[in-house]
T-cell receptor, first 114, second 110 residues
Framework: GAVVSQHPSWVICKSGTSVKIECRSL??????MFWYRQFPKQSLMLMATSNEGSKATYEQGVEKDKFLINHASLTLSTLTVTSAHPEDSSFYIC??????????FGPGTRLTVL | SQQGEEDPQALSIQEGENATMNCSYKTSINNLQWYRQNSGRGLVHLILIRSNEREKHSGRLRVTLDTSKKSSSLLITASRAADTASYFC??????????FGQGTRLTINP
């Protein structure tokens, strides 16, 4: 089946630093990838839709200058959390969409900002 | 909130019993999907039901969809300890993105 990987699986950083998270579709091409954030014991909240070769579409309330998304190829999207603060600590999950109705999810990246 | 609702929020049953989770969504949909998430892990796709379908089966899973009530249910029969996880419904309105319900935390007691 379709596999999506994320790297790193967990990261701890100091407040004020930037962190980059990669999302890769391993065995298919994805023109669209999605980035979600999940706080403990809560559901997934869509942050942005990443389209290959164009600018990402951000959901209301998500700061595009803080969460930089780059989708430079059909198999890779990156999310950079700039100037991270403790309130950005969360579980970040990406998904990739090879077909009209399917999404395949990555294993997630746990970010802890000290 | 854009999110749908699920109930119960938490469910604890004995192994072998059936577990039923309900989901409501807010907009018209193309399809509705159910996912499982083990603690601290990514999502596993369980089943997709299209808007023109009313019931779908996959192994021990049975999903129903009532578009008039904007609701869906997931039934897991003959539950096992390995079914312990959080379960989320996600509605697809055709606008490319999924809207997740708040989830049900299911615990199967041996």
């Amino acid at each position: 089946g379709a596999v999506v990987s994320q790297h790193p699986s967990w990261v701890i950083c100091k407040s004020g630093t930037s962190v980059k998270i990669e999302c890769r579709s391993l065995d298919f091409q994805a023109t669209t990838m999605f980035w979600y954030r999940q706080f403990p014991k809560q559901s997934l909240m869509l942050m942005a839709t990443s389209n290959e070769g164009s600018k990402a579409t951000y959901e209301q309330g998500v700061e595009k200058d803080k969460f930089l998304i780059n989708h430079a190829s059909l198999t890779l999207s990156t999310l950079t959390v700039t100037s991270a603060h403790p309130e950005d600590s969360s579980f970040y999950i990406c998904s990739a969409r090879p077909a009209l109705h399917e999404q395949f999810f990555g294993p997630g990246t746990r970010l802890t900002v000290l | 909130s854009q999110q749908g609702e699920e109930d119960p929020q938490a469910l604890s049953i004995q192994e072998g019993e059936n577990a039923t989770m309900n989901c409501s969504y807010k907009t018209s949909i193309n399809n509705l999907q159910w996912y499982r998430q083990n603690s601290g892990r990514g999502l596993v796709h369980l089943i997709l039901i299209r808007s023109n379908e009313r019931e779908k089966h996959s192994g021990r899973l049975r999903v129903t969809l009532d578009t008039s009530k904007k609701s869906s249910s997931l039934l897991i029969t003959a539950s096992r300890a390995a079914d312990t996880a959080s379960y989320f419904c996600a509605s697809d309105s055709g606008a490319q993105k999924l809207v997740f319900g708040q989830g049900t935390r299911l615990t199967i007691n041996p």
